[in-house]
């Protein structure tokens, strides 16, 4: 199917949604929010028409020094690396332009507080 059936079939990026769930839910709602989340690196395109998150951490500056799967995740302790968990943080750095994006998240989740 591939790039022939493009036209007919009205696809692109603005036309596909990304979904996850806990860390899947934060790795689509950060490529979604922002290029430059990612520094001069990041080459790709991560434009996406829609995010649909459930049960994820979306601001991971909200920490107390963080949990240790944000210390080994981001190498370091947020006081450490402020600037790093900031450019992690969808919330942190979104902007105007992110796409439609629904979160879902369940009131009992004891692992990921309702922020």
């Given at each position: 199917m591939g790039h022939r059936h493009r036209a007919e079939l009205s696809a692109g990026p603005d036309r596909i949604a990304a979904m996850g769930h806990s860390s899947g839910a934060h790795l689509a709602a950060l490529a979604s929010v922002r290029k430059a989340a990612f520094g001069?690196?990041?080459?790709?395109?991560?434009?996406?028409?829609?995010?649909v998150g459930i049960s994820g951490v979306y601001d991971l500056t909200i920490t107390d020094g963080g949990p240790d799967?944000?210390?080994?995740?981001?190498?370091?302790?947020?006081?450490e690396l402020p600037e790093r968990y900031r450019r992690a943080s969808p919330r942190q750095v979104a902007t105007g332009d992110a796409p439609p994006t629904l979160l879902v998240h369940g009131s009992d989740d004891e692992t990921v507080p309702v922020a």
């Open positions: 001069k690196r990041r080459e790709a395109s991560t434009v996406v028409g829609a995010v799967i944000y210390r080994r995740f981001l190498s370091g302790a947020s006081e």
